[in-house]
């Protein structure tokens, strides 16, 4: 759809003429996020600098019953922040100041533009942090992180984002701003702002977040522990859980991924093993030593080829180096790849590389594998060429056939990267119609019209849609009716 | 509407859950006798009543434990219980997980039991937690010491099945510690008082119990002195578990010393840890010109036990660490006679007040009321004799932007109101 002329003026009345795009290569400069299989520009972006501006914007588009799509850096994997169906899109870019930081409460209110690391970078000489990290931290946006829920390495031991929300803002697809939460404890009322961190922009915009931060753990220690296989490794990172060590990463590489990183930043992991295991462990000093320890004690008796950990921060660097390369060594190996993100119950790891293993020779497809084994999120790279149709038909095949895998061990569809275009077929699998159904009317009451960011999210399916009535339950047959 | 007798719904009642688990009457509920009180025995039993006192619009007030039911607007009526008390399975216990499945009615105690065995715990600790159903504790976002290192259920409930308002089984979350497909229900059920659903079964995460534990009590003369004391510890590399204030009311039931105010540590992890951490923790109680003790083993189990003792009027005071001095002298201006303790680190506080009327705290609570809102913070009123809060609002003021999104949420998923009608904020 075009937008109107009046909308069109209108916008630019509200934002002036640099606060509106409507040039066809720059909306095209918006039409994907990092998944670029879905692609759809908008008919206009514009580049808000307060909440008042996004409100404004908000009730224009409202009123002229215009898509909304909110994007932040645009870093997102799942189809998010694009416009299949056009309209408006709201580049929160220009909102990146940090409000306040409020160390004494441990908290910091910022606006969603600003970048994930630059929050860190903003009190770490004062020997604090902000937990969350995804993998894109140096570009991604904090309002990104709120929308998708995003998680990162160090998650399995902080938590996610939304353990990290305190309160935040958010100008709702009825235009309305609503201010949740805060920096005090134990507000009266649903816990609005846990209902909204994870909604993908289909609820409203949030303009203001304020998060928890952390003062920095007394030491850091990373060891490197190299196996024959992936299944090895994998049995030792369930080990390691159940030892009652959570720590704060623990990374997996399986050898097409160590041959890629190495190939691509020189040998920073022994050649020759099937799988290394990356582990990170933070807290006070004692703690730390006498956890790495145990861990090596742990991988030693699963079988590790060898075990050694970081003497210093140049060698921590080297062998983190190597994982954060891994997304860009990987074009070593592969012109394309489906990344998967499910989730498995972490003592179902051994079981579901078993499973993997199979289902690459089964497609005679390669799958690489960096991912967050201690919480059990998988990430396999399910590697293709491009130029053949049919290795594309059967990487899908293979991606949907671990997808099913992960879910009948008990998983989830998605562990961090969200829902977007890209997996709301999938979400049926994990739940029943009622269930869905209950998230469609959940989001109705944010956005009543159906303008925020649709054909996200939720699925295509009759349980998400108007008039649908889940089964209730049977009542005895009786004469009280 | 249907148009039913007593007694041929009492006749629908048992058909679904049996005779002997349908009773006329039953415990009171704030007061209010129940027209009936029924224990289902599984899951579907409960959808089906609920589904019943839907279609009948009856009052349907989930019960646990009861032992939180004075929180709350006083309810105008009562018709039906659903007591938990028969769904007090552990479902899946997965320890290698470190995550469990629990039908709400099981209680946080039985629960710890069958966890300790493998050396893990779920670290929810309001005052006689372990008298409490899993499922009214997530209802009733109950909290206590532990939370300082471990969040409250908001950080623990993975995933949660529900009956809906019309007796519509429904799940949402996940099994698993990190998942993020589809809308957060979890978050939206915790805290919920049961009226978006009658919470059924709970997906908990759970944490290695440290190796070694210990406790240490340090008592200052002055608020400002534990509060400098707070500040200087939450701005170190000490990884505490709880991080608590005792008043010296508090200190007094504990039989401990008495002080101005005392702010009890612990660190749990491995013993070498324990030690090395020890003395930074006094360390920085000597630079806030305190004293400080170190407490045995039994130090948290008689800390509960004193404050579930307390009887009268509890308040939950919502605010933050940096002000403890303001809190603890508002609540002293108002309240003189009042004991106050709480995770101080979080800013999560509570008030006991032993002789209270209505009209005797209906003055001082809008004045404390009014000093925390100052930070955003509030007071719930957690227990109270009826009367007093049928005059005072015990939620307290929520924002009229938020409360509209309630609102709607509310009659979104309850638009018949049967759910625990009118006691939650804003009467919903």
Redo the contacts between chains.
Sequence with gaps: MALSASVVAGLQRLLGPAGVVTTLEGRLTYESDMLTLYKGAPDAVVLPTSTEDVQAVVRLCREARVPIVPRGSGTGLIGGATAPQGGVMVSLTRMTNILEIDLTNRCATVQPGLINLWLTNAVRERGWFFAPDPSSQMVSSIGGNVATNAGGPHCLKYGITTNHVLGLEIVTGTGDVVSVGGKAADRPGYDLTGAIVGNEGTFGLVTAVTVRLLHAPEAVKTALASFASLVEASEAVSAIIAAGIIPAALEMLDDAMIGAVNAAVGKVYPDGAGAVLLIELDGPRAEVEAQAERVAAICRERGALMVTVARDEAERALLWKGRKEAAGAVGRITAAYLLQDAVVPRSKLPQIMREMVAIAKRHNLLFANVFHAGDGNLHPLICYDDRNPAELERAQQANEELLHACIALGGSVSGEHGIGMDKAKNLPLQYADADLNFMFRLRRVFDPDGLMNPAKLLPSHPACGEGFRPSRPALPAGTWV | M?V??SA??A??LR??VGAEHVREGGASVDGVTPRWTAAPGTI?QA??V???AH?ERLAIVPCGGGTALELGHPPARVDLVVDTKRLDAVLEY??????VTVQAGCTAGALAAQLAAH??LLPVDPPGWAERSLGGLAAT?G?GPLRHRY?TL??LLLGVRFA?A???????G????????????P??M???LGT?GVLLELTLRL???P?YEATWLASFRTPAHAQEFV?AL??????PNRVELLDARVCAACRLPESAAAVAVSIG??E??V???EGVVKALVQYAHGTVETMGASFWSAYDRALARFEGVSL?I?????RLVETLGAVQAVLPGAAVAG?VG???LRALVAHADAAALLGPLERLRAT?AE????V?VERAPRVIRERIDP??P??A??????R??KN??DPRGVLNPGR???GL
Aim: proline share 6%; charged share 15%.
């Design positions: 249907a039913t007798t041929a719904l006749d629908a058909g679904i579907e959808a089906a609920v589904a019943l279609d997965q320890p290698e997980d470190l995550t050396g893990q976002q909290s969040g908001r950080d809906q019309d007796g519509v089984l429904t799940w949402g996940a099994k698993v510690v990190k998942s993020v497909s589809g809308y957060d229900i978050k939206l915790v805290g919920s978006l944490h290695p119990a190796d500040a939450l701005d170190s590399t000490v990884q992890t491995v070498p840890a030690r090395a951490q939950r919502g605010t933050v660490p940096g995770a979080i800013g999560a925390v930070v955003g913070g509030g719930i939620w307290g929520v924002p932007p938020a409360l509209a999104v309630m709607a949420i979104e998923f939650f904020v804003g």
